[in-house]
C-alpha cells in the first residue's frame, strides 16, 4: 500500500543532541516537504524538495537541514536540538501535478527537547 | 504573512446538525482550496477541494463553498457525526506552488 512514513513518532532528547527525523514515501513522488506546526497554529512550510538533489528553505526560517539523495528519502536533521525546537514536525508528499488532492501527509513527529 | 486564515480556533455542534468552518484568505493568486481533517497524532488527511473557476464542490455530507469576491471559503458537513470530530485546516495553492495552510478549527460534534 502507498504511504508515507515518519519516524520516530515521539522523540524527548536533551539540549544539544543532534537528532534526524525520518520520512519515507512509496509513492513515487517527486515533490516532499517538512512543516512544523505548534498547537493551534498554522502549518509552516521549513523545507521542499522537487526532486533528487533539490531542496529549498520555506516561508518559516528553520535552523534544521534536509537531503533529498533518494527519491523516496527526505529525512530532516537537527545538529544541536534546543527547547524552542520543541514542536510537531510534519512530512508530506505530492505528485508533480498535485491537484486536486494535494498533498499525503505522514502521522508527524512530536519532538521535545527539555 | 498569514495568507490564510481560519479565526474560529473552535466550533462545537450537535450531532445530526450542520457545522459551517469558515476561512478567509489574502492572496487573490490563489487558484485552488483544499480541506483537511487530522485527528490527534495523525497527519492532516484530505478531505475535499474546489477549484477557484467554481464557487461549489459537494462530497457526500460535505459541501465547500468558494466566494472569490470576498476571499472566503466555508465547509459545511450536513448531517455532522461524532466521528467528525477533528481539526479541520483550510489550505490555498497557486499555480502548483507550495500549499499554505490556515491555523485550523477544532470541531467537536456532542452525540
Known amino acids: 500500500e502507498a504511504d508515507i512514513y515518519q519516524t520516530p513518532r515521539y522523540l524527548v532528547i536533551g539540549t544539544g543532541k543532534k537528532i534526524t527525523l525520518e520520512c519515507s514515501q512509496t509513492m513515487g513522488h517527486d515533490k516532499m516537504y517538512w512543516y512544523q506546526q505548534d498547537p493551534g497554529m498554522e502549518l509552516h512550510l521549513i523545507h521542499y524538495?522537487?526532486?533528487?538533489?533539490?531542496?529549498e528553505k520555506g516561508d518559516l526560517s528553520s535552523e534544521s537541514t534536509v537531503s533529498r539523495i533518494r527519491t523516496e528519502h527526505f529525512p530532516l536533521t537537527l545538529e544541536s536540538a534546543r527547547p524552542s525546537h520543541t514542536s510537531q514536525y510534519l512530512c508530506?508528499?505530492?505528485?508533480?501535478?498535485?491537484?486536486?488532492?494535494?498533498?499525503?501527509f505522514g502521522s508527524g513527529t512530536r519532538l521535545t527537547v527539555v | 504573512d498569514q495568507q490564510v486564515k481560519q479565526n474560529s480556533p473552535s466550533l462545537s455542534v450537535q450531532e445530526g446538525r450542520i457545522s459551517i468552518l469558515n476561512c478567509d484568505y489574502t492572496?487573490?493568486?490563489?487558484?485552488?482550496f483544499l480541506w483537511y481533517k487530522k485527528y490527534p497524532a495523525e497527519g492532516p488527511t484530505f478531505l475535499i477541494s474546489?477549484?477557484?473557476?467554481?464557487d461549489k464542490n459537494e462530497d457526500g455530507r460535505f459541501t465547500v463553498f468558494l466566494n472569490k469576491s470576498a476571499k472566503h471559503l466555508s465547509l459545511h458537513i450536513v448531517p455532522s457525526q461524532p466521528g467528525d470530530s477533528a481539526v479541520y485546516f483550510c489550505?490555498?495553492?497557486?499555480?502548483?506552488?507550495?500549499?499554505?495552510f490556515g491555523a485550523g478549527t477544532r470541531l467537536t460534534v456532542k452525540p
Open positions: 474546489i477549484s477557484s473557476i467554481k
Open positions: 524538495s522537487y526532486g533528487v538533489n533539490s531542496t
Open positions: 508530506a508528499s505530492s505528485a508533480w501535478t498535485s491537484l486536486p488532492y494535494g498533498y499525503t
Open positions: 492572496n487573490s493568486m490563489f487558484d485552488y
Open positions: 489550505a490555498a495553492i497557486y499555480n502548483n506552488n507550495d500549499m499554505r
